[in-house]
């Protein structure tokens, strides 16, 4: 799974758990970042926040869809946004969490859609 989040302290608890659940976790810091290790790694979920430097979560969505290797993984978008449910059903994406995140959400979420 790739976990795609410019927050370091954040990311480090959120592979944390997700490592927990016996999860092999791959980490961006940014949107760039996440589409070349999505085409290098084909993940089964992408754990994707919305604000972030370089290319932001919607830039890498709109990436993600328009390259066919990746297009399928499922995307669940986690934001501090104040519109970030709205935002990211219009990016189509298969769910949403908001921050400060629900941590059994989050895992409940993965394990759903990985091996």
Do not use: C, W
Not at 18 to 41: F, M, P, S
Not at 54 to 65: C, V
């Amino acid at each position: 799974m790739l976990l795609v989040e410019d927050d370091p302290e954040l990311r480090l608890l959120l592979t944390t758990t997700l490592e927990l659940e016996h999860k092999k976790v791959i980490t961006a810091a940014n949107g760039q970042e996440a589409y070349q290790l999505a085409r290098e790694h084909h993940p089964d979920v992408i754990v994707l926040d919305l604000m972030m430097p370089t290319m932001t979560g919607e830039e890498f969505r709109a990436a993600q869809i328009a390259t066919a290797e990746i297009r399928n993984i499922p995307v669940l978008v986690v934001s501090a946004h104040p519109h970030g449910e709205d935002i990211a059903r219009r990016m189509n994406v298969a769910g949403y969490l908001s921050k400060p995140v629900d941590l059994d959400a989050l895992t409940t979420f993965v394990n759903s859609r990985t091996a």
